[in-house]
């Protein structure tokens, strides 16, 4: 069973940066597809980066030169560094990997960017 926990959210201000963990049991985050999605107070959720490959990344135009994916197989743990941070990107971030066609989400980590 593939299970999933992010950490490293809080309260930053603009301009300030954290870097989000996604730490994963059940699987190796080495050979699957991992994304990070975030939901703002009454917004969808929208995806936010992918890490489809290694070495192959995308991001949302809104992170896009800010924000980056990666990963340390050796730990298991999926990451994202966010950089230049505002307002607007307050948000839960989510973690997910897919593995045999079946998506699994973390419960989430609070980030909110506020002076």
């Known amino acids: 069973q593939v299970q999933l926990v992010e950490s490293g959210g809080g309260l930053v201000q603009p301009g300030g940066s954290l870097r989000l963990s996604c730490a994963a049991s059940?699987?190796?985050?080495?050979?699957?597809?991992a994304y990070w999605y975030r939901q703002a107070p009454g917004k969808e959720r929208e995806w936010v980066a992918s890490?489809?490959?290694?070495?192959?990344?995308s991001y949302a135009d809104s992170v896009k030169g800010r924000f980056t994916i990666s990963r340390d197989n050796a730990k298991n743990i999926v990451y994202l560094r966010m950089n230049n941070l505002k307002p607007e990107d307050t948000a839960v971030y989510y973690c997910?990997?897919?593995?045999?066609?079946?998506?699994?989400w973390g419960q989430g980590t609070q980030v909110t960017v506020s002076s």
């Open positions: 059940g699987t190796s985050v080495s050979i699957i597809p």
């Open positions: 997910s990997v897919v593995r045999a066609g079946v998506q699994t």
């Open positions: 890490s489809t490959n290694p070495g192959v990344v």
